[in-house]
């Protein structure tokens, strides 16, 4: 095991495994027919942040704010990117003094006293309405596989499977699941699916969303 690898296994945040599809219309139906129960329906807003050299994109750093609370999305590993084929894995830190140790370091700059210290630019923002899905747990599964239906308000609409795990030796695992349960969902295909924040520089920030698809970040 090399040092990247050990110091992903002592992770204190979960990775998330993630893999997004375009929901069918059918798509509500078969997750009942697998067994799935609606979880909760929930409205947030999130609003991403960047330096205006956009550096954190553009090492796959994701700093949102979603309602009133910090989140920030980054590879497991420092320097790689976090997709790999249709599927993604990052950590979500929600800490707030691991949040601005982590910007500091990426950005190069001093640890701020706080987030917003730091004067990021926002860069998009928008407002999803999620139904969340908990599909059954299978016969010796550690993990629960939830599936995210979301529609955000500038008119565009995605559906995720995810999986949470605790280290990098389980990251394979999650990622052979996710891809089934997109299968058995209809909606699987070889290559990645856009995000919302992916779609809302491609029609709102066309030239930081050029930067980014020039950089093999998006
Ligand atoms: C990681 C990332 C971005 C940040 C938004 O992440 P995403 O999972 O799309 O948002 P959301 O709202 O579903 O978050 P959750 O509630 O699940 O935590 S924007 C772009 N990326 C990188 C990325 C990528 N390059 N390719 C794909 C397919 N997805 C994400």
């Given at each position: 095991m090399n040092s990247e690898m050990a110091s992903s296994s002592q992770l204190s945040c979960p990775i998330e495994v993630e893999r997004k599809f375009v929901p069918g219309t059918d798509v509500e139906k078969t997750l009942h027919g697998l067994?799935?129960?609606?979880?909760e329906k929930v409205t947030f807003r999130d609003s991403y942040y960047d330096s205006p050299d956009v550096l954190l994109t553009l090492a796959d750093f994701w700093l949102r704010k979603r309602d009133d609370t910090w989140e920030l999305k980054h590879p497991?590993?420092?320097?790689?990117?976090?997709?790999?084929g249709g599927s993604t894995q990052y950590v979500e830190v929600t800490q707030k003094d691991e949040i601005i140790h982590k910007i500091s370091e990426e950005l190069g700059v001093p640890c701020a006293p706080?987030?917003?210290?730091?004067?990021l630019n926002e860069f998009a923002s928008f407002v999803t309405c999620r139904r969340r899905f908990q599909l059954p747990l299978e016969e010796n599964a550690v993990t629960k596989v939830v599936v995210d239906l979301d529609k955000a308000d500038f008119g565009f609409v995605v559906g995720e499977v995810e999986v949470l795990v605790k280290n990098q030796e389980e990251v394979q695992n999650a990622m052979l699941k996710v891809e089934e349960i997109c299968r058995k969902l209809g909606s699987f295909r070889e290559t990645p699916v856009q995000g919302k924040v992916s779609t809302f520089l491609q029609l709102h920030r066309p030239e930081h969303y050029k930067k980014l698809m020039e950089a093999h970040k998006i």
């Open positions: 067994g799935a129960v609606l979880l497991p590993k420092r320097g790689a990117t976090g997709f790999i706080s987030i917003e210290a730091f004067g």
